[in-house]
């Protein structure tokens, strides 16, 4: 196979896998929204649950990064045309991250409000 081919396969491997990655967050974040509403808000599957999400978020924003990446790489072996100048599209890392931490921040959140919720259930 041509290098274009190989760098295709590439790009539609790393598209595979954020999709397994965007399933498992939604996944977790399934989790989380029913367990709110059941109104049991403050467990350690939530808190654990909430962790995994933020760190989901930052995953599939590198994977998109690579993605983007494989895929400039090979519009650029396929147009063959000169004059023609491709630009990656970037998505900033600073809303991600800020995203990220807001969604750590509450898994934080849920861890202290369950270790409360179970010092509160031993006392008599």
Known sequence: ???????????????????????????????????????????????????????????????????MSGMTVYLAYRLETEGIVLNMVDISWVPVLFIAGVVFVLSEVFRVGYELKEDQSLTV
């Open 1 to 67: 196979p041509r290098i274009d081919d190989r760098v295709l396969l590439s790009v539609f491997g790393i598209l595979g896998i954020a999709l397994a990655i965007l399933h498992k967050l939604i996944r977790h974040a399934e989790r989380v929204l029913f367990a709110l509403y059941k109104r049991i808000p403050f467990t350690k599957e939530n808190a654990d649950d909430t962790k995994q999400i933020s760190i989901l978020i930052i995953a599939v924003w590198f994977i998109y990064q690579l993605y």
